[in-house]
């Protein structure tokens, strides 16, 4: 019987186009970073490697300086009014192949493959009134021209009220089993940003794209941007999808990286096997090349080891968005170090102990040993001693039935190293440069 919260234990790690690409990644960029990923990152867990938007435009790209997305631009369909990637940019999608010959290579390196979609199907189908595969219906019975995105134009939203909707679906979701797809990013429906009286418009299309994996005989993580997600409809995104946006687009800003503590304080009791409140791409190293403005990161180093200290002992999706055969050893470092990814894979029960303006403080628990992490982060524009006392720590430590023994150990994990013992009785602190984090193991 199928379960989507089988499909990812843990949340998914890879790399997605996007950040890097904008619009216009190609069959090489995939197979490159693919090698990249599973000669240097699988080892650590990232095993994804995800096409983002527009890959079936083989215009896509072309007048950036006027629109990011063009408008009736011409896709590649079938008779069916389902996308097949560009073949300009994809050559190996050749003879209706779509993305199995690419899909087969990431497979081949022990890694797995993803794809972006936007919810809806395309107006040009609706416009053609083209059939939907294994019905007598078409596409513009289906197509809702009253549901559309703010910031896209290639969709009508799929009506779920009638015949049609769900063989849509069905049909583009086969498709995609065909080829091998193992997750699906889908966009414009975690927050139906058109519609500011009602943002969780495209409810109906979670639950029809739900069902329409379920029917495909092939299990695919679905993923649903963009965010904010809205917190009161946590239930139902726990129910049919496996992670979710918790923010608009993150890119490499400070004032975006401080107010996600706030969004993971309120999604943190929403994380559990198969159910991942996603923090969005991790914009390290080269990013920005497709939007004409191609840089390095502007997260300082410190930035950058307080990002994946927030990101892994929430237990975000980890997925990085910068060119990886751009990292430098650094920031490679700073992805791959294993005590921090042990959070993300092996700790639950996550909580922040205490945020103001100026500092913070999570816990999590080792799902292997009576161990527990705490995380310290200094969120000013100063050095900072952030500190939590024992009184601070014991409510979540009663709640795991965990007692603090008279000396416990301290193990810095981004330095790698022991501290030593402390007395119970005696605060865990940090001294911190401005936007940094410490994270340290207590072993008991």
């Not at 215009?59 to 990011?68: C, M």
């Not at 941007?225 to 800003?253: C, Q, V």
Request: glycine share 6%; with cysteine.
């Amino acid at each position: 019987m199928y379960s989507k919260n089988d499909i990812c234990i843990n949340p998914p790690m890879g790399w997605n186009s996007y950040d890097y690409y904008d619009t216009t990644v190609t069959e090489d960029d995939l197979k490159r970073n693919a090698d990249y990923m599973a000669d240097n990152l699988l080892q650590y867990g990232y095993e994804y490697i995800v096409a983002d938007i527009q890959w079936s435009d083989c215009n896509a790209g072309t007048d950036r300086e006027h629109y990011q997305y063009i408008p009736f631009s011409h896709f590649e369909i079938d008779e069916y009014g389902r996308q097949l990637p560009a073949v300009n940019r994809f050559p190996s999608a050749k003879d209706n192949s779509g993305f199995k010959h690419i899909a087969d290579y990431i497979h081949k390196k022990g890694l797995k493959f993803g794809i972006h979609i936007m919810r809806g199907i395309p107006r040009i189908a609706a416009h053609n009134h083209l059939p939907i595969k294994g019905t007598d219906t078409t596409a513009d019975k289906i197509a809702n021209p009253y549901s559309i995105s703010r910031w896209n134009p290639d969709m009508y939203g799929v009506r779920s009220d009638i015949y049609g909707g769900q063989e849509y679906y069905d049909s583009i979701f086969r498709l995609y089993a065909d080829w091998g797809v193992d997750l699906v990013k889908v966009d414009d429906i975690c927050n139906t940003n058109m519609y500011p009286y009602d943002p969780y418009s495209g409810k109906a299309e979670i639950e029809m794209i739900y069902n329409a994996i379920k029917n495909c005989g092939r299990p695919m993580v679905l993923s649903l941007s963009p965010g904010p997600a809205l917190i009161e409809h946590a239930s139902h995104m726990r129910k049919y999808a496996n992670m979710w946006r918790i923010t608009d687009d993150f890119w490499d800003n400070w004032e975006l990286l401080k107010a996600m503590f706030e969004r993971c304080d309120v999604w943190q009791r929403q994380v559990s096997a198969g159910c991942f409140p996603d923090c969005d791409m991790i914009p390290i190293g080269k990013i920005g090349k497709a939007f004409n403005a191609l840089r390095t990161s502007n997260f300082s180093y410190d930035e950058e080891r307080l990002l994946m200290s927030l990101w892994c002992i929430f237990r975000s999706p980890l997925i990085l968005g910068g060119e990886l055969n751009e990292l430098t050893k650094e920031e490679t470092d700073i992805i791959t170090n294993e005590h921090i990814l042990y959070m993300n894979t092996s700790c639950h029960g996550a909580c922040q102990i205490f945020r103001d303006d100026n500092e913070c403080a999570w816990i999590t628990f080792d799902n292997n040993s009576a161990s527990f992490f705490v995380a310290l982060f200094n969120l000013s524009d100063t050095i900072q001693v952030v500190t939590v006392s024992p009184d601070e720590l014991a409510l979540y430590l009663r709640d795991e039935g965990i007692t603090l023994s008279e000396s416990f150990n301290l193990f810095d994990c981004w330095e790698s190293k022991t501290l030593g013992n402390i007395d119970s009785s005696g605060s865990i602190f940090a001294t911190l440069n401005p936007h940094s984090a410490s994270v340290l193991r207590i072993n008991l």
